[in-house]
């Protein structure tokens, strides 16, 4: 064949498959090249439709795919809200156990003398009312009821004296001094011992030259001085304190107490313990302008 020849018949090929490509749907992708038949150009291997039309995705496109937009059903959101609230109020709960103490820097004998006292306060419960009921049984036992009566209520006239401070007493107790110098104590400070002197069993107690009774109030006064029942008393504050002293001392110095607090304002406290503690201040016998004994 003539070269002539070859080169239409090549000429001829050209135009028959610009044809073909031409009468062929725009939606046919052309043929890879190097093949026509669908199969890779470099090994032949076949190549699925969806990776032709998609690019492959890695794992971790996939992955985020699949989480992304998140497809929510009632019950997963129902169980969502039931888990905020649960751990909400476990939150709260914590935070509430872990802002409640405020003993959480106490030293391990302060918190072992605290309890001590609770107990010792515990014991003068119990104490109390067994001589309570040590007394209801005399009168419900002696054969003068009448006459037991009467001692009963000449021992209880005298208890009400100590406490209404219409009488002297004496016993064990403490001296609480306070020496302020810079006139920084107050009147809130002191009713705080007198209220911490109270809890720990205090059963009669003077300021100075004046008897404290379930009526006294405290104020402040003109040049550092503190009014106790409109009596100006000035330093030093001199606190006579009948009861046990085992547990009047300590109810003072707990960490926090009214020592450390008086120490803080620079003042100087001293606590003495004695066997003989004389309280000899007295307030006038009062009637009452409005209240009545409800027995009749």
């Known amino acids: 064949?003539?070269?002539?020849?070859?080169?239409?018949?090549?000429?001829?090929?050209?135009?028959?498959?610009?044809?073909?490509?031409?009468?062929?749907?725009?939606?046919?992708?052309?043929?890879?090249?190097?093949?026509?038949?669908?199969?890779?150009?470099?090994?032949?291997?076949?190549?699925?439709?969806?990776?032709?039309?998609?690019?492959?995705?890695?794992?971790?496109?996939?992955?985020?795919?699949?989480?992304?937009?998140?497809?929510?059903?009632?019950?997963?959101?129902?169980?969502?809200?039931?888990?905020?609230?649960?751990?909400?109020?476990?939150?709260?709960?914590?935070?509430?156990?872990?802002?409640?103490?405020?003993?959480?820097?106490?030293?391990?004998?302060?918190?072992?003398?605290?309890?001590?006292?609770?107990?010792?306060?515990?014991?003068?419960?119990?104490?109390?009312?067994?001589?309570?009921?040590?007394?209801?049984?005399?009168?419900?036992?002696?054969?003068?009821?009448?006459?037991?009566?009467?001692?009963?209520?000449?021992?209880?006239?005298?208890?009400?004296?100590?406490?209404?401070?219409t009488v002297a007493a004496q016993g064990p107790g403490i001296t609480l001094t306070i020496t302020d110098k810079k006139g920084a104590v107050q009147a809130d400070m002191l009713l705080d011992a007198i209220q911490e002197l109270r809890a720990a069993g205090a059963e009669a107690i003077q300021v100075n030259d004046v008897r404290v009774v379930a009526d006294t109030y405290l104020t402040d006064a003109s040049g550092g001085k503190v009014s106790v029942d409109g009596h100006k008393i000035g330093e030093p504050f001199v606190f006579k304190v009948i009861g046990k002293p085992q547990d009047l001392e300590p109810a003072l110095n707990i960490p926090g107490g009214v020592v450390q607090t008086l120490e803080k304002e620079q003042a100087t406290v001293t606590v003495t313990q004695a066997q003989k503690i004389v309280v000899d201040a007295l307030r006038p016998s009062k009637r009452p302008d409005y209240a009545q004994s409800s027995s009749q």
Do not use: C, Y
């Not at 093949?35 to 699925?48: K, W």
């Open 1 to 165: 064949m003539s070269e002539d020849e070859n080169k239409n018949k090549n000429k001829d090929n050209d135009n028959e498959q610009h044809r073909l490509r031409r009468e062929l749907p725009d939606e046919v992708a052309p043929e890879a090249a190097g093949g026509g038949d669908g199969r890779d150009g470099a090994d032949g291997a076949e190549v699925p439709a969806a990776e032709t039309k998609n690019p492959s995705l890695t794992g971790r496109q996939r992955l985020a795919k699949g989480l992304w937009p998140p497809r929510v059903s009632r019950a997963q959101l129902i169980v969502a809200v039931l888990l905020f609230v649960l751990g909400l109020g476990l939150a709260i709960q914590v935070r509430s156990n872990s802002d409640s103490s405020a003993l959480r820097g106490a030293r391990q004998e302060d918190l072992v003398r605290i309890l001590d006292e609770l107990d010792d306060r515990t014991q003068r419960l119990g104490d109390e009312k067994q001589r309570l009921e040590g007394q209801r049984t005399e009168l419900e036992n002696s054969s003068d009821q009448a006459e037991e009566a009467r001692k009963q209520t000449v021992e209880r006239e005298r208890q009400l004296g100590i406490l209404a401070g």
